[in-house]
Structure formats: structure tokens, C-alpha cells
């Protein structure tokens, strides 16, 4: 990834919460508006292959299975993990590897999320209440 350099001048106070934000989270100024521009602009439209595929394959399920896959969950030590995880960030910083294994996590809570809110349309879609499904 190639990095441009900005210069940006902030209002003092808006100065000051990201400077106490990057303080509790234990990274630089710098990786804090990285992370704050980052989270404020729109997810790519385009989803990788395989998500794409998962998703359409759940047209394909019959009605119960798609009651599953709308309750479904990350299992219990995914969870405790990155939570973990994000704890450890905020207090200390993570190491590499410490890094890499949050992102894998992040990715297989946003497919879990992606795969229950598709299931629940599709179910939607043919009739059902779906309101109960995701709590």
C-alpha cells in the first residue's frame, strides 16, 4: 500500500480528542486519523468471490436451514479472543501476529454477520417473521 502525506489543520478541540483517543489506545496520532478516516468512509461496494458465492448459495436453502444460518454465531472462544484482542489493543498495542489474528477474527465476524442478515432477507422474502431471528 503506497502512503500519501496530508497535512490537515483541526480545530484545537478536535485536535485533542484524537490525541487522548490515540493515548488510551496506545498508537500514534498518526494511526488514530489513519483509523478514523478509514472507519468514516464507505466498505468497498465489491465483495471477495467466496463471500459472494456463500451468500447466493443460501438462496438455494430450504426454510430451516435458513432459520440456522440467521441464529448462527461465532463460536464462544472466537468471541473471547477478540475481545481480547481489542482490550490488548487499547491498553497496550498488539504485536504482528497479535494484528493478523484480530483481522482473521474481524473477517469471520463480518461473514457471520453478512451470512445472518442474508439469510433473514431471504426468509423475509418468502414470508416470515424475522424480527426474533436476530436477537
Do not use: C
Not at 472507519?39 to 451468500?55: I, K, R
Amino acid at each position: 500500500m503506497t502512503l500519501q502525506p496530508v497535512t490537515v489543520r483541526l480545530p484545537k478541540s478536535l485536535y485533542n480528542q484524537i490525541r487522548r483517543r490515540a493515548e488510551m489506545s496506545a498508537r500514534s496520532m498518526e494511526e488514530e486519523l489513519l483509523d478514523v478516516v478509514a472507519s468514516a468512509m464507505p466498505a468497498s461496494e465489491e465483495l471477495p468471490e467466496d463471500m459472494v458465492n456463500a451468500l447466493s448459495a443460501l438462496e438455494l436453502l430450504d426454510d430451516e436451514s435458513l432459520k440456522r444460518a440467521a441464529r448462527s454465531h461465532l463460536p464462544v472462544e472466537a468471541v473471547q479472543e477478540m475481545e481480547a484482542l481489542h482490550l490488548k489493543r487499547q491498553e497496550h498495542g498488539l504485536n504482528e501476529m497479535e494484528k493478523q489474528t484480530l483481522a482473521g477474527l474481524l473477517q469471520q465476524y463480518e461473514r457471520s454477520m453478512l451470512v445472518r442478515a442474508q439469510a433473514a432477507t431471504i426468509l423475509q422474502q418468502r414470508g416470515y417473521d424475522v424480527s426474533g431471528l436476530l436477537e
